[in-house]
């Protein structure tokens, strides 16, 4: 498992809710490549709750059109945008879980229609909620002028062209 650089650290006017560390209110996501999943790990703190000691069903949701864009830009190497987001919510996840794991792997590709497939586990391994998400990728142009270039891991060696 390694490590997935932030292509968009040090961009202007950067500051997403779910993966900028600058942002004081934010998820503050990370994320890893295995194999052909993306995967990060969170740790819910009781401000994200909906009803007590739950978690937030907008907060899930938003975990997972997160990680699913992630493993757009990743594997895709595309900047993008969600066209659709379904959420089955299985079990609840509860704040005082000391880690949330979130995987998402692409399921389907049609042009630059993309399926995303993704689970939420709790910190004992129990999946509590599924997503699958439907995104739209740019060319390479249009990702250029939303500041996307490339999006690579930690200690990747690339191949000269």
Not at 27 to 52: C, I, M, R, T
Not at 80 to 97: E, F, G, I, Q
Request: proline fraction near 4%; include cysteine; glycine fraction near 8%.
């Amino acid at each position: 498992m390694r490590k997935i650089k932030n292509p968009f650290l040090r961009r202007e006017g950067y500051y997403c809710f779910g993966c900028c560390p600058d942002n004081p209110m934010g998820l503050h996501l990370e994320f890893f490549e295995n194999g052909d999943e993306v995967v990060s790990f969170w740790k819910p703190q009781a401000y994200f709750q909906g009803w007590v000691g739950v978690l937030h069903g907008g907060i899930i949701a938003t975990l997972i059109d997160e990680v699913c864009g992630w493993a757009v830009t990743r594997k895709l190497q595309a900047a993008s945008v969600t066209s659709k987001l379904n959420v089955k919510y299985l079990k609840p996840l509860h704040t005082s879980d000391t880690q949330v794991t979130i995987r998402a792997k692409i399921a389907a590709s049609h042009g630059r229609w993309h399926t995303i497939a993704c689970s939420v586990e709790n910190a004992d391994g129990m999946v509590c909620a599924e997503g699958e998400a439907v995104y739209y990728t740019f060319d390479e142009e249009k990702s250029k002028e939303m500041g996307f270039a490339y999006c690579g891991v930690e200690d990747e060696q690339l191949l000269p062209m």
